[in-house]
């Protein structure tokens, strides 16, 4: 009987310790974003995203996407992603190039995690 405790007892440690390393990490929220429309001479219509992201967590690595959405018809016209590394309590800046066409209308979006 006391075994079977023994047992529990520590299962419901590693659960609990499993949990809370989780809350232990970065928590990245998009404080500010935009985008604006440029030429590109090798690439043509390119959009650049800026957004400010900023961290109420621990340390940690946090991962951008950017996305341009086609107005009209819906679809993910470009994606991309990248890995920064943000402090407790800070914001940066993050700048990135999507590729569009000439005569679409394109939204934009920006998710952390």
């Given at each position: 009987m006391s075994?079977?405790?023994l047992i529990?007892?520590?299962?419901?440690v590693l659960v609990l310790t499993a949990g809370c390393m989780g809350l232990g990490g970065?928590?990245?929220k998009v404080v500010e974003d935009?985008?604006?429309k440029d030429v590109s001479l090798s690439k043509g219509l390119v959009y650049n995203v800026n957004a400010v992201i900023q961290n109420d967590g621990a340390d940690g690595d946090v991962t951008?996407?950017?996305k341009l959405i086609d107005e009209e018809k819906g679809f993910v016209r470009d994606e991309v992603s990248t890995v920064i590394?943000?402090?407790s309590g800070e914001t940066k800046k993050v700048s990135l190039t999507l590729?569009?066409?000439?005569?679409r209308t394109y939204r934009h979006s920006v998710?952390?995690?």
């Amino acid at each position: 009987m006391s075994k079977q405790i023994l047992i529990l007892g520590l299962a419901a440690v590693l659960v609990l310790t499993a949990g809370c390393m989780g809350l232990g990490g970065p928590s990245p929220k998009v404080v500010e974003d935009s985008l604006t429309k440029d030429v590109s001479l090798s690439k043509g219509l390119v959009y650049n995203v800026n957004a400010v992201i900023q961290n109420d967590g621990a340390d940690g690595d946090v991962t951008v996407t950017m996305k341009l959405i086609d107005e009209e018809k819906g679809f993910v016209r470009d994606e991309v992603s990248t890995v920064i590394s943000i402090p407790s309590g800070e914001t940066k800046k993050v700048s990135l190039t999507l590729d569009g066409d000439v005569g679409r209308t394109y939204r934009h979006s920006v998710e952390v995690s």
